[in-house]
């Protein structure tokens, strides 16, 4: 059983009403360590392939209908193969550049310094804390006013950096609808890149410095009727800015496993048109 006693409380005017001094860690009875362990594993997961992916430095793209997946574009070093290359090659091929060394550092810190993920790598790997009602794992806290917490303010600023990004991988979505001998083609491949680029799109949109951008610093929405739709459209996909965060994640392995598939010759792709 747990044991309980009683301590005055003291507020800014002196002694209060006395309060329970606990010697549990906390009272909650319910399996609240579920969520940051599934967290965990979950982020754990998709950062393991990913980093793994992103120095194969191998099956990437489909030359004949210009699949390229997310993680290699755009293809910027020597060892990108022949039509991957859209912007030309101007990093060398040592094994520790990626291919896309030059949106990868952004989409990076995009993702890290995004509120929601915030949350979950906070609780599920710092335990700060695990979950509510819960102790911090920590003796101090410090917020985000020191090193290196203190870079989460760059937030705003990877948002456009995002935006960029999420433009080239459309245009990638786009010129992949061709068929083997040069014309219009469509197939199962287009379907999962064009899915993976709305879904980018959406939670890109749906960051909260998205809604900010659009809306934030307005003080009569009566004025500006243009911009209070697109924070209305903005604030109703904010909603779903943590279900967009993991759904992201899933369409990003799915796309890169797929192009992966077809680029190693594992299947082919499957064809509707051309």
Not at 52 to 79: A, I, N, Q
Not at 249 to 254: H, N
Not at 259 to 266: D, E, K, N, P, R
Request: hydrophobic share 45%; net charge positive; glycine share 8%.
């Amino acid at each position: 059983m747990t044991t309980t006693a009683t301590r005055p409380g003291v507020g800014p005017s002196g002694p209060q009403r006395s309060r329970a001094a606990i010697t549990a860690k906390t009272l909650r009875t319910d399996r609240w360590w579920l969520a940051p362990l599934i967290t965990f594993i979950g982020l754990g997961a998709w950062v393991t392939y990913a980093t793994v992916r992103v120095f194969m430095h191998k099956w990437y793209f489909v030359e004949e209908f210009h699949y390229l997946t997310p993680f290699y574009s755009p293809c910027l070093t020597d060892r990108c193969v022949e039509g991957s290359s859209l912007f030309g090659t101007p990093l060398p091929s040592f094994w520790l550049i990626p291919e896309a060394s030059f949106t990868l550092p952004f989409l990076l810190l995009f993702r890290l310094t995004c509120y929601y993920y915030r949350k979950a790598y906070y609780r599920a790997f710092w335990l700060s804390p695990p979950a509510c009602a819960v102790p911090d794992g920590h003796e101090k806290y410090s917020g985000e006013t020191r090193f290196p917490l203190i870079f989460q303010n760059a937030h705003r600023y990877a948002f456009y950096a995002a935006m960029i990004i999420s433009l080239i991988n459309t245009w990638d979505a786009i010129i992949a609808f061709r068929s083997g001998d040069g014309g219009f083609g469509f197939g199962l491949g287009n379907v999962i890149l064009v899915g993976n680029v709305v879904m980018l799109w959406a939670y890109t949109l749906s960051c909260h410095s998205c809604r900010h951008i659009t809306g934030g610093r307005l003080k009569h929405f009566s004025k500006h009727p243009v911009r209070y739709r697109v924070w209305t459209f903005v604030s109703k996909l904010n909603v779903r800015h943590m279900q967009l965060a993991w759904i992201t994640l899933g369409t990003l392995a799915l796309t890169d496993f797929y192009v992966m598939a077809l680029s190693a010759g594992w299947f082919s792709d499957l064809r509707f048109i051309g």
